[in-house]
Every structure is written in C-alpha cells, then in structure tokens.
C-alpha cells in the first residue's frame, strides 16, 4: 500500500539530478514533498517537467497533493 512516508527515490524512477535536487531540499519522502508547491519542487534545479510524470502520479496514489499557494 502506498504510504505518505515512502521514501521518494525507492519509489519514483527520477533522474539523478532530480534525487540529488530533492535529497538536498530535504524532500526524502511523499509527506515532505507535500509540505512544498509545486512551482517551488520545480524551480529547484535538476528537477524538470519529466520529473513531475512520475510525482504527481505518486502524490494522487497516496491522496496527497502539493502546498497550496
């Protein structure tokens, strides 16, 4: 079963820039990233438009979704 504290890189097939991107941001898992908006996830660099079809599928499965504004 998908969890809010699944860990994003043992989850989601991104690059290693976006890892790295993520890591550095301390966004480890779905919960953190929840804590963030989306214009912000994608402003960090190494993290793409590509990124975001494996993200954003994985937030919904969980019933998560992105700060709002």
Excluded: C, N
Aim: charged share 25%; glycine share 6%; aromatic share 6%.
């Amino acid at each position: 079963m998908s969890q809010a504290d699944d860990s994003i890189a043992d989850t989601v097939k991104l690059s290693r820039p976006a890892q790295r991107a993520l890591a550095a941001a301390g966004i480890v898992t779905f919960a953190d990233l929840a804590q963030w908006r989306r214009a912000a996830v994608a402003e960090l660099h190494g993290v793409g438009p590509k990124s975001f079809v494996e993200l954003d599928p994985a937030m919904k499965a969980r019933g998560l979704d992105y700060k709002a504004a």
